[in-house]
């Protein structure tokens, strides 16, 4: 039996590892379980990796439009071995800068498959090749195959994995999720995404940018359904002028081989009619589902096997606690917003609930972005929605085509809307689709948490030439 935690962490993604350092600040003596590497799906699979692709290709994009602004180079060429070993070595300093954050917080690391026992314990199947870190950030039970933590509370933040629909042929060669195309070594010539929501849309607007043909098949009646109508309506025209062949209201039936068996065929049905899409490769981006692989098992207790859940994902109530007492859940395995800014902050207010304080994060403003040239940036309540609870709403908007910075730096498209209550002016909410959104979206969440106003925004001098000039603009 190894030592008694205060805290066992199951899973350190962003949830599970912020949340392991809140726990050590608020004086609890932590253990963190990771059966693949630190930082889970956002730094390994998801936002770091796919962040690090697009700004190279977003620089090459640029680059194409170089002799119009005085610049001539070389023709650019893309180097997909370069672009995947820069992002390999971005992971590796981020998974580092994380294990040494375990250890300054003295954190303890087991790496292996964690088991809830019952609400004291947890089992750890200990791997025997360790990833990210280096042996001696193991505690002593390593040598074990398996570990026994007793502990006082448990954090479940084992997140999700790619969700794949039952299309037949989707285990075809060529036909990838993200995370099969994080990791390509080289472009498809033409891709086919199956799903237009925030991955699918990322990934169209990299190889869009690589100058590479995208078909998109949707089967909602738009692109990015989440989001804003005017944001969706305006991302895919920009997406069409840039090639990507965008179809909504379609229903992916089958893939197949070409009759040559070097090619993948698509087939869907858009508006009742039987369509066909060609290609050398085809990401299946249809949502992510929630993750409790290992987690509970024959060997768990009656009560933890019987724990709350909704269609795979861990049910918690508004403390994050599930329906077994002392164990808690975060992030993508309870469902909802699948974010990483989501999960951390829902991970540091249950550590917040475990000691008995309040939760100060307000994870009911949640900023949203797509990290498409040009970027997005959701927070709060758009105009439909207000009319939908019925709140009496202003709408403002500023076009940022007479933004200094964007003409200037050729970004003119894009625009930011506001939404505030129309007796108060109090703002509700706020959506931009322009450069730098998912930067300054942030500004509107502040905004939002602390109640400001049009006017309490339009008191502050904003630096010019900035993109950040149209929030200013936006609100006067
Ligand atoms: P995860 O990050 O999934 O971490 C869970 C960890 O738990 C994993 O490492 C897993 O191996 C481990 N684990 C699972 N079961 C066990 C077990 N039994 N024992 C031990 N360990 C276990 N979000 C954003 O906010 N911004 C973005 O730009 C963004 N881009 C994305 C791009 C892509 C391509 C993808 C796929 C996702 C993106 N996301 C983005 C979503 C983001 O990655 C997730 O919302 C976030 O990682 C969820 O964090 P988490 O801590 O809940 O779980």
Known sequence: MADKFDLVVIGAGPGGYEAAVEGVQKGMKVALVENRELGGT????????AKTILHTAELYHELQSGPSIGLTAREPVIDMEMVQKRKDEVLEQLRKGIASLMKTNRISVFYGTGTILDREHVKVALSGEKTGEKAEEQPDGQKQDQVVLETGHILIATGSVPACPPIPGSSLPGVVTSDGLLDKKDLFEHLIIIGGGVIGMEFASVYSSLG??????????????TMDKEIAQNLKMIMKKRNVDIHTGAKVEEILR??????LICRYVEKDKPCEARADGILIAAGRRAYTGGLITDESSQEVKDMAMERGRIVTDETYETSVPGIYAIGDVTGGIQLAHAATAQGRNAVAHMAGENMVIRTDIVPSCVYTNP???CVGISADEAKARGIEAVTKKYIMSANG??????QER???KVVADSDSHRILGAQMMCARATDMISQFAVAIANELTLEDMAKVIFPHPTFSEGILEAVR
Do not use: M, Y
Request: charged share 20%; net charge negative; glycine share 16%.
């Open 414 to 416: 894009g625009f930011i």
């Open 42 to 49: 956002c730094l390994n699979r998801g936002c770091i990796p």
């Open 212 to 225: 590479h043909g995208v078909t998109v098949i949707e089967a909602l009646d738009r692109i990015l359904p």
């Open 405 to 410: 910075k964007s003409i200037l730096s050729q």
């Open 375 to 377: 970027e997005i940036g």
């Open 258 to 263: 070409t009759e040559d068996g070097a090619g």
